[in-house]
């Protein structure tokens, strides 16, 4: 069982930059996709960014040359720096972890953690 713990987010105005950070407590030694995502009131979830064992990375096309995704030393944490926020970047950021075991894939989510982005 792994469990995710997200800090950072918060409130900021516009062109401002923001950092998140989570942490997972747990075995995750074998290959995994870290990611954040993030919801908006009336929307669905979304990709934000990805970052695999290897370091092989994946933004959106919204956050592309604004965000940065790290992974920890460790591999068991993982950083997203938002630079030049917006507005519509507004929202619920959640931290996930992909872990691939043998035939066995498992997803498991942090708490969430809101950004608000003023005008």
């Not at 409130?11 to 954040?36: E, H, M, P």
């Not at 066995?104 to 608000?116: C, E, L, R």
Request: proline share 2%; hydrophobic share 30%.
């Amino acid at each position: 069982q792994v469990q995710l713990v997200e800090s950072g987010g918060g409130l900021v105005q516009s062109g401002g930059s923001l950092r998140l950070s989570c942490t997972a407590s747990g075995s995750v030694n074998s290959y995994s996709i870290f990611g954040w995502y993030r919801q908006a009131p009336g929307n669905q979830r979304e990709l934000v960014a990805t970052v695999t064992s290897e370091g092989n990375l994946n933004y959106a096309a919204s956050v592309k040359g604004r965000f940065a995704i790290s992974r920890g030393h460790g591999k068991n944490t993982v950083q997203l720096q938002m630079d030049s926020l917006k507005p519509e970047d507004t929202a619920v950021y959640y931290c996930k972890i992909r872990l691939y075991c043998g035939s066995s894939v498992d997803d498991y989510w942090g708490q969430g953690n809101q950004v608000t982005v003023s005008s």
